[in-house]
């Protein structure tokens, strides 16, 4: 552990972070600490770092997403990278060979970091066993999402002091969630209790699994909780029949007032976003600036990708003036 | 070996594979004879002579060979009918760049085994006498083992309209089956039990329920969560199973469920064995051999249809086959190429390739003192020739000269690089196993030789 102290890379030992699960707590610990770093760093600096100076970071998206390419982009930029942005259109290509023949394509170009999202699970983790950089999981289908799940607890540590001993109730389409995953580890490996709530049909009885308790009713589910994380529910899932209608699904599962009564007093509210107001959240409570830390996430989100690129990237070899 | 033969080795491709000449008369002595349909399991020669089998027994030459024939010292080996392979894809015609009836014919005899039955899932598929003519001609074009098809239940896999049934087994079909699909609709497999049953012939099904697999890619359940992969019920099979042998003791039509996996459909089946049904079942080494952890993180070549399901439903299958419940293992060989499997698992082809690991795999259900020999090799020979009511798969005197020389404690590791077959996608890399076929032997023609 002295060892460790002098050498800052043997604190993280992945080469990439494809997901939560596998990481120990003092790993973890490490990302949130320098995540809490580049937080404040960011309500004050303007001027770009310099620690991923000469390096390339490329952002491969293979699914839409604003909010999250831009976040890794910002963190990029405000450590000294050169940025890339790269989205796929997935219908124009057969699938199956877009991954693998841009990985290659992209291995050529010698990127030091590749940040990518892919709408298949498990496809980030394919794409590493392809390159030679740092590979970024920036969300693969319904897998894991590593970064949200970090700046999820970044968020609830800087509010609540700690992650230790906290109930946390996730709440909503479980399953399809990669969000959720993620966070279920993180919260275990973290020392925190971890509740699901949802219709059985988004909350599989098998999720018990995970460790986690399974509620099939709001009321009982958030009862004392210290933490509600509502999940967005894709629009799509009433096609499959998971859930009969909106207005139903809001009725029973949606989060509102009276439903948030039963968590504590001081429970905070988060969601990964974009919300569905009126699907899962009700926007009398999304915002509301005393309960609801969906704002504060999103400025973690920046803090988080920059502690992540900043750790990962310390395995690297330096960059060469040419 | 003194030699009118020239004999081939494995090593040899299936395009230009033309089997082993046509021997006079080979004898094979010092053998260790099993022929699971006689129940016959000692030491004795056999002799061959132009294609059949001529003699066989345990006083055969006690005192010595006639001094003008072939002579094969087996060593003590295990001389059995040649594997039955009840379930295969060879991907001819439409998909030759994954596999052929040539190169399907080269790992098929380098395992074993000497008659293959194909599934109809080709394209075209195989719902029309022209294509059951197709397989035939080119089975004998190659000189490929012993190649018999299945014809499509519906046209165009399609499940609507049944295929013309008469006509395809007067032009050699076995028997009937929508391949990789099920049979979903109550009131087609009702009519083509009750249809088939006018000519005796056998449907069999891939019991699986479409609606409740639909976009399914595993196994339902902590791994599949854990993955945030979409899963496949396990009740998905039994439903199947359950409601065919309804229909089976509504229409008398007789009725074989493919590929087990799971352990409700175990004993769905053996229930229905209580009652005396006309019912039979196969399963497949994977399904005795792994369970869904093989998955790993998305190995894409552990995906393969039924899915691979828990350590529970394994071992219900290998009771199964102990007990009697299941007939037959099958390779359940399917070939893909590497553009199917290099791609995110959701993405990937189901498929294993099994013709030249069947032997080995099932062999592992004696070492481990699961099944007797004399049984397991029944499985693998008069038990799926059988149920498809062919002679093949026996040793008998004036019967086929179709023969497996076994050692079944050799011990070697999987290499599917390796493979004869054109494709390589097993979960099976480096695994030790024990148990090889040195000789196997079509008609008296050597299509394979590890005995030189």
């Known amino acids: 552990?002295?060892?460790?102290?002098?050498?800052?890379?043997?604190?993280?030992?992945?080469?990439?972070?494809?997901?939560?699960?596998?990481?120990?707590?003092?790993?973890?610990?490490?990302?949130l600490d320098r995540s809490d770093h580049y937080a404040e760093r960011n309500r004050i600096a303007r001027t770009p770092g310099k620690t991923l100076s000469g390096r390339t970071v490329i952002n491969l998206f293979f699914e839409t997403s604003t909010r999250t390419r831009t976040s890794f982009q910002l963190a990029a930029l405000r450590l000294g990278a050169d940025v890339v942005n790269m989205a796929v259109e997935h219908s124009s290509i057969k699938k199956g060979e877009t991954l693998l023949d841009t990985a290659l394509t992209l291995n050529a170009m010698h990127p030091d970091v590749l940040v990518c999202r892919h709408p298949e699970s498990g496809a980030v983790?394919?794409?590493?066993?392809?390159?030679?950089?740092?590979?970024?999981?920036?969300?693969d289908g319904a897998h894991e999402h590593p970064t949200q799940a970090l700046l999820d607890a970044v968020t609830i540590r800087r509010r609540k002091g700690r992650l230790q001993g906290l109930t946390v109730a996730i709440c909503g389409d479980v399953m399809h969630s990669r969000v959720a995953r993620s966070n279920i580890y993180l919260l275990h490996t973290m020392g925190a209790r971890v509740r699901v709530i949802g219709p059985p049909t988004l909350v599989p009885g098998a999720m018990e699994r995970f460790g986690v308790e399974v509620f099939h009713d709001m009321a009982r589910g958030l009862k004392d909780a210290d933490i509600v994380m509502m999940l967005r529910l894709q629009l799509e899932r009433m096609q499959g029949s998971y859930v009969p209608s909106i207005r139903e699904y809001f009725r029973f599962f949606g989060l509102d007032r009276q439903k948030l009564a039963n968590a504590k007093p001081d429970a905070l509210i988060l969601h990964p976003g974009p919300m569905?107001?009126?699907?899962?959240?009700?926007?009398?409570?999304?915002d509301d600036i005393g309960r609801s830390a969906i704002q504060e996430q999103v400025e973690m989100g920046v803090a988080v990708r920059m502690a992540c690129l900043e750790v990962l990237t310390r395995n690297l070899p330096e960059p060469e003036d040419g | 070996m003194a030699g009118t033969g020239k004999h081939h080795g494995g090593k040899h491709h299936g395009g230009k594979h033309h089997g082993g000449?046509?021997?006079?008369?080979?004898?094979?002595?010092?053998?260790?004879?099993?022929?699971?349909?006689?129940?016959?399991?000692?030491?004795g020669a056999l002799v061959?002579?132009?294609?059949?089998?001529?003699?066989?027994?345990?006083?055969?030459?006690?005192?010595?060979?006639?001094?003008?024939?072939?002579?094969?010292?087996?060593?003590?080996?295990i001389l059995a009918p040649g594997l039955v392979d009840m379930r295969t894809q060879l991907r001819e015609p439409g998909e030759e760049h994954k596999e052929t009836i040539g190169t399907a014919s080269a790992a098929a005899s380098a395992g074993g085994i000497s008659t293959m039955i194909c599934l109809p899932n080709t394209d075209p598929v195989i719902d029309d006498v022209a294509g059951v003519e197709f397989v035939a001609r080119r089975a004998r074009e190659v000189k490929a083992t012993k190649v018999f098809c299945y014809a499509a239940a519906t046209v165009g896999l399609a499940g609507r309209e049944l295929t013309e049934m008469g006509l395809l087994a007067e032009t050699g079909a076995l028997?009937?089956?929508?391949?990789?699909?099920?049979?979903?609709d109550s009131r087609v497999m009702q009519r083509a039990l009750n249809y088939a049953r006018t000519f005796g012939l056998l449907i069999v099904q891939h019991p699986e329920d479409p609606a409740l697999a639909e976009n399914g890619v595993m196994n339902s359940g902590e791994m599949a969560l854990r993955l945030g992969l979409r899963g496949i019920p396990r009740v998905a099979e039994v439903m199947t199973i359950e409601r065919d042998l309804r229909l089976v003791e509504a229409t008398g039509g007789r009725y074989h469920a493919a590929h087990l996996s799971t352990r409700e459909a175990?004993?769905?089946?053996?229930?229905?064995?209580?009652?005396?049904?006309?019912?039979?079942?196969?399963?497949?080494?994977?399904?005795?051999t792994l369970n869904e952890t093989a998955i790993g993180d998305y190995r894409t070549f552990a995906r393969l249809s039924p899915p691979l399901r828990t350590e529970e439903d394994r071992d219900a299958i290998v009771e199964g086959l102990a007990d009697g419940t299941i007939d037959a293992i099958a390779s359940d060989h399917?070939?893909?190429?590497?553009?199917?499997?290099?791609?995110?698992?959701?993405?990937?082809?189901?498929?294993?390739?099994?013709?030249?690991?069947?032997?080995?795999?099932?062999?592992?259900?004696?070492?481990?003192?699961r099944l007797g020999m004399a049984d397991l090799i029944g499985k693998l020979t008069c038990g799926p020739a059988g149920i498809l009511g062919l002679g093949e798969g026996r040793l008998r005197k004036g019967a086929p000269a179709d023969l497996a020389l076994i050692d079944p404690d050799k011990p070697w590791r999987i290499d599917p690089d390796a493979f004869l077959s054109k494709s390589k996608n097993a979960p099976w890399e480096n695994m030790p196993v024990q148990g090889l076929a040195m000789r196997t032997v079509v008609e008296g023609r050597v299509l394979h030789d590890r005995m030189t």
């Open chain 1, 1 to 31: 552990m002295v060892a460790a102290l002098k050498n800052p890379n043997v604190d993280f030992r992945h080469r990439n972070l494809l997901g939560i699960e596998g990481l120990s707590a003092e790993e973890i610990s490490l990302l």
């Open chain 2, 21 to 43: 000449e046509r021997n006079g008369t080979v004898a094979y002595v010092n053998a260790r004879l099993i022929d699971p349909a006689s129940g016959m399991d000692e030491p």
């Open chain 2, 266 to 288: 175990v004993e769905a089946i053996r229930r229905a064995k209580a009652r005396e049904l006309p019912v039979t079942c196969d399963t497949a080494p994977p399904y005795f």
């Open chain 1, 125 to 139: 983790k394919l794409l590493s066993q392809k390159v030679e950089c740092v590979v970024v999981n920036g969300g």
């Open chain 2, 48 to 77: 061959t002579c132009d294609g059949t089998i001529a003699d066989l027994g345990p006083r055969l030459f006690s005192d010595a060979p006639p001094p003008s024939v072939e002579v094969v010292d087996c060593r003590g080996l």
């Open chain 2, 334 to 369: 399917a070939p893909h190429d590497q553009d199917s499997k290099r791609v995110p698992f959701a993405q990937a082809e189901d498929g294993i390739v099994g013709l030249e690991t069947l032997l080995p795999l099932s062999l592992a259900l004696v070492h481990k003192d």
């Open chain 1, 276 to 286: 569905n107001r009126g699907v899962e959240i009700d926007s009398e409570v999304a």
């Open chain 2, 175 to 184: 028997a009937f089956t929508d391949g990789t699909r099920a049979i979903a």
